[in-house]
């Protein structure tokens, strides 16, 4: 199985690296809306011409593809919008797992310590 991501380390080395995520997502995002601006705005001033070549251009532009029901360059649009937001929940997600697992190691610590001073 392939591994693309991969975190190491202690608890808060984790944490850091989940929130690192997060900001990256944050500026994977900022670059999803520019580059979504640009397309739009080059959409905008139809370059593809209004002679017949052009029509063509377009038509195939906003095709759909087979079994789809929206234009593949609305899909793309959508699919880069998504995918910061998936890193984002990733980031958050080793965030709350690493918080979670150091609030259940302080409790069990805790009663260990708690059942070896009963044992005294």
Sequence with gaps: ???YFEIQGDPDEV???????QALADEFNGKVSGIKG???GIEGSAPWGDDEVGHQLL???NQVPQGGN???????KTAM????QHLNTIGQGVVVAMSEYKGTDDVSKGNISAVRSSDA
Excluded at 70 to 76: A, D, R, S, Y
Excluded at 81 to 84: N, P, R, T
Aim: aromatic share 4%; no cysteine.
């Design 1 to 3: 199985m392939a591994t």
């Design 15 to 21: 944490m850091s690296s989940g929130a690192k995520l």
């Design 38 to 40: 640009e397309i739009e």
């Design 59 to 61: 038509d195939r532009y």
């Design 70 to 76: 929206t234009p593949m360059v609305e899909e793309l």
């Design 81 to 84: 919008g998504d995918a910061g």
